[in-house]
């Protein structure tokens, strides 16, 4: 079969929360895709604009209001907020089925559309992920916190990956995002991840 090629951004509020480890490792060790890249991103103005537009032009019968819950979480939570970025873990993943395979193990926004194989507790969303409706109108959300975002197919899948790889090559790669008082007094550090932790 066809390797292709998927992502899953790990949101700003996910990282914040320091969860990013507990959703890394159910995705490296639930499905058979291969990691074939990682970065932390700082989304701007202009990217997050451009990605909430291609979230919102998709079209799901099943899931009439998804793409408008998506395209406005990415507007009001991926973006700056003023001039203080939000940190965002992308990872790539390719293999057969790639975005089939992610959108399984991540799982479904609304809790109806679980698959009937798929156990509470499963997937990424259903431990990490909220979805808060009004009692009175159980069409109104009230909260949203997806955890991660990733496509469920491969022609959105090509959209965003073409709009990463446009936008990536102008981006540090090192991500700043707090303006310190006394910059002077900061202190970095490397971490590297050896290969053998991956196995």
Not at 114 to 132: F, H, K, N, P
């Amino acid at each position: 079969m066809e390797h292709t090629l998927s992502y899953v951004l790990v949101t700003p509020y996910t990282i914040a929360k320091s969860r990013t480890g507990g959703v890394v490792s159910r995705l490296l060790s639930r499905i058979d895709l291969e990691l074939v890249g990682a970065q932390m991103i700082a989304a701007d103005a202009s990217f997050t604009s451009a990605y909430a537009k291609i979230l919102k032009d998709q079209d799901d019968p099943l899931n009439p209001g998804a793409s408008t819950l998506l395209s406005t979480y990415v507007e009001n939570n991926i973006g700056p907020t003023g001039t203080r970025a939000h940190r965002t873990l992308m990872l790539l993943f390719r293999g057969t089925e790639a975005c089939k395979k992610l959108s399984d193990i991540c799982g479904a926004l609304y809790p109806e559309n679980r698959s009937v194989e798929s156990l509470t507790g499963e997937t990424i969303r259903d431990t990490y992920a909220d979805l808060i409706v009004d009692p009175k109108n159980p069409k109104k959300v009230t909260y949203f916190e997806p955890a991660v975002l990733t496509p469920r197919n491969q022609v959105h899948a090509d959209k965003v990956l073409t709009l990463l790889a446009n936008w990536l090559p102008g981006q540090p790669n090192i991500i700043e995002n707090v303006i310190y008082p006394n910059p002077e007094h900061i202190e970095r550090t490397l971490v590297i991840i050896k290969p053998d932790n991956w196995k």
